[in-house]
T-cell receptor, first 111, second 118 residues
Framework: QKEVEQDPGPLSVPEGAIVSLNCTYSNSAFQYFMWYRQYSRKGPELLMYTYSSGNKEDGRFTAQVDKSSKYISLFIRDSQPSDSATYLCAMIKGGYQKVTFGTGTKLQVIP | EAGVAQSPRYKIIEKRQSVAFWCNPISGHATLYWYQQILGQGPKLLIQFQNNGVVDDSQLPKDRFSAERLKGVDSTLKIQPAKLEDSAVYLC????????????????FGQGTRLTVV
């Protein structure tokens, strides 16, 4: 079993839709939870991070963590064509902060 | 602020040949990472340096892959000999340090080197 599981998609939605992206994890040692966005032929860039259960909002993006269920989500409101990218969940354990990535979900927002 | 620089951007080699990738991290960043990203998968950590020391190389295929970070700045990743399954994007990333909160551990990625082994 992989430590981090993520539905690879692809996910195709119309512009303005609410998008929900999800990951599950198996190791309770993970402390920080992140979402990276990766445009085609680019390196990943950090979108949001959180370290506690609950919601964190940043503009149209909301990151949600449920440590009891080992489940994290990223919600995108009013999705735009510019949101079309691959979204990677990532998690860090303690110590020297090794980052474990999910497989990524490819999102396409249709104008 | 300059980002993480990688070269070359693309490389095509035949199997059993050798190849080397170069990375220049963000100035002042102590931690440097090499990731392998196979098409359709998330990045997989190959090796993590803290300054010029290795912190984690548990997923580095040491029979064919090697990496060094001389003087704790630039780094090179080498594959010798290459196999078909090494075809992937090799991403270099750096962070301020390897510990502490997200301000220290946020990894900034380069654009990657796309390797094709034929």
């Amino acid at each position: 079993q992989k430590e981090v599981e993520q539905d690879p998609g692809p996910l195709s939605v119309p512009e303005g839709a609410i998008v929900s992206l999800n990951c599950t994890y198996s190791n309770s040692a993970f402390q920080y939870f992140m979402w990276y966005r990766q445009y085609s032929r680019k390196g990943p860039e950090l979108l949001m991070y959180t370290y506690s259960s609950g919601n964190k909002e940043d503009g149209r993006f909301t990151a949600q963590v449920d440590k009891s269920s080992k489940y994290i989500s990223l919600f995108i409101r009013d999705s735009q064509p510019s949101d079309s990218a691959t979204y990677l969940c990532a998690m860090i354990k303690g110590g020297y902060q090794k980052v474990t990535f999910g497989t990524g979900t490819k999102l396409q927002v249709i104008p | 602020e300059a980002g993480v620089a990688q070269s070359p951007r693309y490389k095509i080699i035949e199997k059993r040949q050798s190849v080397a990738f170069w990375c220049n991290p963000i100035s002042g960043h102590a931690t440097l990472y090499w990731y392998q990203q196979i098409l359709g998968q998330g990045p997989k950590l190959l090796i993590q340096f803290q300054n010029n020391g290795v912190v984690d190389d548990s997923q580095l295929p040491k029979d064919r892959f090697s990496a060094e970070r001389l003087k704790g700045v630039d780094s090179t990743l080498k594959i010798q000999p290459a196999k078909l399954e090494d075809s992937a994007v090799y991403l270099c990333a750096s962070s301020l340090s390897g510990q502490g909160g997200i301000g220290n551990t946020e990894a900034f990625f380069g654009q990657g080197t796309r390797l094709t082994v034929v």
